[in-house]
T-cell receptor, first 112, second 113 residues
Framework: GENVEQHPSTLSVQEGDNSIINCAYS??????FIWYKQESGKGPQFIID?????GEKKDQRIAVTLNKTAKHFSLHITETQPEDSAVYFC???????????FGRGTSLIVHP | DAGVIQSPRHEVTEMGQEVTLRCKPI?????LFWYRQTMMRGLELLIY????????DSGMPEDRFSAKMPNASFSTLKIQPSEPRDSAVYFC???????????FGDGTRLSIL
C-alpha cells in the first residue's frame, strides 16, 4: 500500500512570503500527485496536480515540483496572501487505481 | 456545473438512531467516494463505487455502516445504529477517470449525542 507523510503540520508566514509544503510517498508505482485546499466549513478543493513524467508545473502563484527518485513532491506558493489561509492536503495515486492516498494536512496561517 | 451536492449539511441525532447521508455526484463522473474526516484520523476513505458498483469497501468501519448507489446520480451512506464515536464530517467526492482530480462536496457534519 501507499503511505504519504506531509510536513509541516502547521505553517505560519507573513503576507508576501513564499510558502512550501512537502510530501513524501512510499509506493514507487504512484504516478499521479495532487494538491487540495480546504477552507473552513468546505470540502477539499483541487488546486494543482502533476504526473510522473513532469518535474514541475505552475499555475499563477502556485507550483508543484516532483522528485520521483526521492519520492517527494512539494507545493510552492509565491507571495502568500491572507486568502491562501486554509488546510492543504497532498495525495498520491497509483496509475489506474482511482484511489488516492492523502497526507494528514498542513494548516497554513498567513499573517497580514 | 453544480458540483457534488451533499445533504443534509448538518445532522444532530441521539445514539441508536438511523442516519442517512445523501450525495449527488457531478453528472458524467463514473466514480464516487465516501470519506470521513476527523481531527484524530484525518481523511479516511470509507467506500468507492465505479459505475454504481462498490469496488472497495475495506474502509467501512463496521457492519453498522452501509452504502448504496442505485443509479449514476445518487448515493447514500447509512449508519444504523449510530454511536457517539461516529461523529465526524462525512464527504462525498466524484471523479471522471483514474488519475483525475476528485471533486468534493461540502460535507455533512454529523453529531451523535
Amino acid at each position: 500500500g501507499e503511505n504519504v507523510e506531509q510536513h509541516p503540520s502547521t505553517l505560519s508566514v507573513q503576507e508576501g512570503d513564499n510558502s512550501i509544503i512537502n510530501c513524501a510517498y512510499s509506493n514507487s508505482a504512484s504516478d499521479y500527485f495532487i494538491w487540495y485546499k480546504q477552507e473552513s466549513g468546505k470540502g477539499p478543493q483541487f488546486i494543482i496536480d502533476i504526473r510522473s513524467n513532469v518535474g514541475e508545473k505552475k499555475d499563477q502563484r502556485i507550483a508543484v515540483t516532483l522528485n520521483k527518485t526521492a519520492k517527494h513532491f512539494s507545493l510552492h506558493i509565491t507571495e502568500t496572501q491572507p486568502e491562501d489561509s486554509a488546510v492543504y492536503f497532498c495525495a498520491a495515486e497509483e496509475g489506474g487505481s482511482y484511489i488516492p492516498t492523502f497526507g494528514r494536512g498542513t494548516s497554513l496561517i498567513v499573517h497580514p | 456545473d453544480a458540483g457534488v451536492i451533499q445533504s443534509p449539511r448538518h445532522e444532530v441525532t441521539e445514539m441508536g438512531q438511523e442516519v442517512t447521508l445523501r450525495c449527488k455526484p457531478i453528472s458524467g463522473h463514473n466514480s464516487l467516494f465516501w470519506y470521513r474526516q476527523t481531527m484524530m484520523r484525518g481523511l479516511e476513505l470509507l467506500i468507492y463505487f465505479n459505475n454504481n458498483v462498490p469496488i472497495d469497501d475495506s474502509g467501512m468501519p463496521e457492519d453498522r455502516f452501509s452504502a448504496k448507489m442505485p443509479n449514476a446520480s445518487f448515493s447514500t451512506l447509512k449508519i444504523q445504529p449510530s454511536e457517539p464515536r461516529d461523529s465526524a464530517v462525512y464527504f462525498c467526492a466524484s471523479s471522471a477517470f483514474s488519475n483525475q482530480p476528485q471533486h468534493f462536496g461540502d460535507g455533512t457534519r454529523l453529531s451523535i449525542l
